[in-house]
């Protein structure tokens, strides 16, 4: 069976300081300064993109309580609402809009069907078992998604990554593209569920207070916004990104940490808190729901667009 498979690390970005030293050993203060970052440029590779009806089949592996398959759910019911022009601001439809500036035309997005399993594989999995678990359903324009419960742990998952995105052939040879996410908050929350905890390195700034109560699905839903806007821009290898194709940026990958306007390593920038319940979010969702989703980068301009 061939597969490829991306691995989408989902921390917060450190600027590195440089001493730039004289030319000479004389007592003369350093210098510290910024390195300019490179300029950040998505490239189109020519190959497909995931454009039209696009189905997300949902696999639960583990224990997740009814709340918590809610907020996943309600987060992705609302990325394509029907029976609306165009997205209001500040909305979750409004973050997915930003796709639709790739090639020109939308995604829409639709949940198909759910399979909770209860550990059949135990609670340490390889990557080559979740590729198998998302064959369980169609491979037609869809993206086959994995969710691991917070006592799972997956291959590489708080090392390299806390998401990954793919794409493997069906059993008739068809393309198909994957993902899986897992709750970190029992493993790794301050790698995989900043800024809702405080990060293992950098600045211990006080932690932002999760929008829907749940640091780990919280966390989750900005790790699977990021890894569900690679699967439509950059599917199978040939789509939208920067450096190498089996550790590329992508869409939101290439925005690491920012969440709204004037963030910096270590600050998420300024969003929206709820009155009532202090939370931190940028985006609306269905049922009332609200959600903090990461920077995505607009091809129209170049550069990475917050909500907030």
């Known amino acids: 069976m061939v597969a490829n498979v991306r691995f989408v690390t989902i921390t917060f970005s450190l600027f590195v300081?440089?001493?730039?030293?004289?030319?000479?050993?004389?007592?003369?203060?350093?210098?510290?300064?910024?390195?300019?970052?490179?300029?950040?440029?998505?490239?189109?590779?020519?190959?497909?993109?995931?454009?039209?009806?696009?189905?997300?089949?949902?696999?639960?592996?583990?224990k997740f309580t009814p709340s918590q398959r809610a907020i996943v759910v309600d987060f992705l019911k609302s990325l394509s609402p029907t029976g609306r022009r165009g997205p209001p601001p500040q909305t979750v439809a409004s973050w997915w809009s930003t796709t639709q500036k790739y090639l020109g035309s939308p995604s829409t997005i639709a949940v198909g069907k759910q399979v909770s399993l209860n550990y059949p594989l135990g609670k340490e999995l390889k990557d080559s078992q979740i590729q198998a678990l998302?064959?369980?359903?169609?491979?037609?324009?869809?993206?086959?998604?994995?969710?691991?419960?917070?006592?799972?742990?997956?291959?590489?998952?708080?090392?390299?990554?806390?998401?990954?995105?793919?794409?493997?052939?069906?059993?008739?040879?068809?393309k198909y593209a994957y993902a899986w996410v897992g709750n970190a908050v029992s493993q790794c929350p301050g790698e995989c569920a900043w800024p809702f905890h405080r990060p293992i390195v950098g600045p211990q700034t006080p932690p932002l207070v999760a929008p829907?109560?749940?640091?780990?699905?919280?966390?989750?839903?900005?790790?699977?916004a990021t890894v569900l806007a690679g699967a439509v821009t950059n599917p199978f290898d040939g789509g939208y990104f920067q450096g190498p194709p089996t550790a590329p940026l992508e869409a939101v990958s290439a925005c690491t940490g920012i969440f709204g306007s004037?963030?910096?390593?270590?600050?998420?920038?300024?969003v929206l808190v709820d009155k009532t319940t202090g939370a931190s979010y940028n985006a609306r969702g269905a049922n009332g729901r609200e959600y903090l989703l990461p920077a995505m980068w607009d091809p129209k301009t170049s550069t990475c667009k917050p909500l907030a």
């Not at 090392?159 to 068809?174: E, P, V």
């Open 134 to 174: 998302t064959s369980k359903f169609s491979h037609v324009n869809t993206v086959n998604l994995v969710l691991t419960a917070s006592d799972v742990a997956v291959e590489d998952f708080c090392m390299n990554s806390c998401g990954t995105h793919g794409w493997t052939r069906g059993s008739k040879g068809q």
């Open 212 to 224: 829907n109560g749940d640091v780990g699905i919280d966390g989750l839903v900005i790790n699977l």
């Open 262 to 270: 004037g963030a910096y390593p270590g600050f998420p920038g300024t």
């Open 17 to 62: 300081l440089l001493a730039i030293l004289p030319g000479s050993f004389s007592a003369i203060p350093r210098k510290l300064a910024l390195v300019k970052p490179e300029p950040i440029v998505l490239k189109y590779h020519k190959g497909e993109l995931l454009k039209g009806n696009t189905t997300v089949n949902l696999l639960w592996y583990g």
